[in-house]
């Protein structure tokens, strides 16, 4: 027997959801870090070499 799609409808809501708001948060991050990628792993020495 097979499941109805309007029972996957509020699945299909919320992972549609999730995705454009993590594409809009990582757009934002991207957007704030003046158009080049986040660094990732910084550690005390990098922090203060870019004040």
């Known amino acids: 027997m ?3 799609f309007e029972a996957l409808l509020p ?3 919320c992972l ?3 995705g454009f ?3 809009a948060l990582s757009k ?3 957007m704030q870090n003046g ?6 792993s ?3 020495w990098d ?3 870019t004040l």
Do not use: C, E, T, W
């Not at 158009?35 to 990732?40: C, L, Q, T, Y």
């Open 28 to 30: 934002l991050r991207h």
């Open 35 to 40: 158009g080049k990628r986040a660094r990732h």
């Open 2 to 4: 097979g499941v109805p």
């Open 16 to 18: 549609g959801m999730f």
């Open 11 to 13: 699945y299909a809501v």
């Open 47 to 49: 922090r203060q070499s």
């Open 21 to 23: 708001s993590g594409a």
């Open 42 to 44: 910084v550690d005390q």
